[in-house]
């Protein structure tokens, strides 16, 4: 898999609290999607980030409506699906959740948001924050997933790094208020780590916040490569998944990091 086929389906936010009618809307987009490698939806597509009076009622098992939305997506597509996250009940905690699924269907990685936005929302006061990084092999490329606002941690990066990754699927819904914030933060994320990075954003409006749209794809050199506006839509590229390596043997400034000095 030297070249792979991105799609990021930037979804609107939900106009309704019908989680039955969203998942409805939601696969009328799935029929947008061109054939790719890796599909990605953005952050808390379900019941939106804004929903902060319906966390509690809409949360869901692992093996909920949303991974089995992303596992139905993926064994129809034949393609590797990051199904955006959701909010797990697990006991009495819940947590901003993600799963990415294989071409089976298979659940291959979970990854919990590590950093809860508390900055004029509910987000921190109502979940529970997850610990570490997340990272598998997709195919020929070692990839590690994160959330939203943890692109304003690169030490979380930094971990991903260590442990293999060369891509970085980011799931978000990033306001439109700050999208200068988002374009600068997923462009340094890849470049300090010489890695590709996907973003895969929400558009349109959710509980009344514009949101940034403007999902994007960034080579390990920095450069944006695809990018959306703020409007809904399905963004595609397909990218070298080998120019990782060759821009890290070219240009190998990670080899003089000094993590301890």
Known sequence: MAVMRIACLQLPGPQSADPAARMDEVRTWDERLPDADLIMLPELWRVGFFGFDDYAATAEATDGPTTAHAAELARSRSAWVHGGSFVERDGDRLHNTS????????????????????????????????????????????????TCYDLRFPELF???????????????????????????L???????????????????????????????????WGEIVAEADEAPSVLTADIDVDRVREIRAEFPFLDDRRPTA
Request: neutral net charge; contains cysteine.
């Open 158 to 184: 930094r971990q991903m790094l260590d442990d293999g990754a060369e891509m970085f699927c980011v799931t978000s819904a990033w306001p439109r208020r700050r999208l200068d914030h988002w374009r600068t």
């Open 99 to 146: 799963v990415l699924v294989d071409a089976a269907g298979d659940v291959r990685l979970n990854y919990r948001k590590n950093h809860l936005f508390g900055y004029k929302s509910a987000e921190a006061q109502l979940l529970t924050p997850g610990a570490g990084a997340a990272v598998l092999d997709l195919g020929d490329v070692r990839v590690g997933a994160v």
């Open 186 to 220: 997923c462009r340094a994320r890849a470049i300090e780590n010489l890695a590709w990075l996907v973003a895969c954003n929400a558009g349109g409006t959710d509980n009344g916040v514009a949101l940034a749209g403007h999902s994007m794809v960034v080579d390990p």
